[in-house]
């Protein structure tokens, strides 16, 4: 997924984690233009039990995708997806009462996707995400609506929709680090590609950013013993993906930073540790569906002379 900068709505830095670092207790860590202390050794170094509670969903789909993007463009831009990846995962451990701690993913589906508006991608997108116009990643890309036809089919052949209604047959909540890829990314594709936000997709979210950083703010205050206002963590603080995996004593991300599938296989490790914690998953994040921007004119049209 295109970084969260005040700046540019996809940079990221291309870089694989080969190794786990061990960082010293003072590190500084950059987040989201914020320079924050990692939390000191005994907040991370002992991992918490594992708790059961009753959890409400049955499965969980973890997305985060890729759009092109230019340098210096904000979440203003029509952005279009270019890469539509998922992680669908299940209880292992759900017992009749609806308890669980056990979190696993059991398929994903991962497609790249043919932008339509500006089919070619500019330096600096290919760059930060390392997706290219060649081979079968966008030129030979099915479109963003052809994608919605064989993601539909994947959610029924894992028993997730009826294959003939389209009908929910389990309780399922879509998961993702930050607001950023349904509220923007979706809702400009669909505004883009002239179709309607898909049954499946509408509802809540679980921000799962958000839940991370309200428990890294809570642990702070509790370290620190001190006032809320001199506690580790500010309480506005929103923990990018790697900030999140340190947080949670996970270790370094896993994979290409920015390759949509790795963000996604990333985040679906820290949606399990948080199940494996004991806290609640469900919706935090209301999507507005009918959402606007500027620059949309007609559906499929986009006024340019609205565009900085």
């Known amino acids: 997924m295109p970084q969260r900068t005040p700046d540019v709505s996809s940079a990221k830095l291309a870089v694989i984690h080969e190794s786990v670092p061990v960082l010293p207790a003072a590190e500084k860590v950059p987040v989201s233009g914020i320079v924050v ?24 789909l973890v997305l985060d995708v890729e ?32 308890t669980a701690n056990q979190l696993e993913t059991v ?20 760059d930060l995400t390392g997706i290219t116009q060649v081979s079968k990643q966008v030129d030979k890309a099915p479109t963003f609506p052809e994608v919605m036809v064989m993601f539909s089919k994947f959610l029924s052949d894992n028993g997730l929709l009826h294959p003939d ?10 998961c993702t680090d930050g607001p950023f890829d349904i509220r923007d990314f ?24 958000k839940i991370v950083s309200r428990i890294a703010y809570h642990e702070g205050r509790k370290s620190s013993g001190k006032s809320a206002k001199t506690y580790t963590f500010p309480r506005r603080l929103s923990l990018n ?27 679906a490790r820290i949606v399990s540790e948080l199940a494996r914690r004991g806290v609640r998953l469900e919706p935090n994040t209301y999507i507005h569906a009918d959402r606007r921007w500027q620059w949309m004119g007609k559906p499929g049209e986009i006024l340019e002379e609205y565009l900085s």
């Open 186 to 209: 979706v809702i400009k594709q669909c505004f883009i590609s002239k179709v309607p936000l898909p049954d499946w997709i509408i509802g809540d979210v679980m921000d799962v950013r």
């Open 165 to 174: 209604t389209g009908e929910r047959l389990v309780r399922f909540c879509w």
């Open 67 to 98: 759009a092109t993007c230019v340098q210096g463009s904000d979440f203003q831009w029509p952005n279009e997806i270019i890469e539509w990846p998922v992680c669908l995962m299940r209880w292992k451990d759900k017992a009749p009462d609806g």
């Open 241 to 267: 993906l790697t900030s999140q995996l340190r947080f949670l004593n996970l270790g370094s991300f896993v994979g290409r930073q920015h390759s949509g599938i790795d963000d996604t296989r990333n985040i």
């Open 107 to 126: 398929a994903e589906f991962r497609s790249f996707v043919k932008p339509t508006w500006r089919p070619t991608l500019s330096q600096f997108c290919t």
């Open 37 to 60: 202390p990692e939390p000191a050794a005994p907040t991370v170094s002992v991992q918490p039990e594992s708790v059961r509670i009753k959890q409400p969903y049955d499965a969980f």
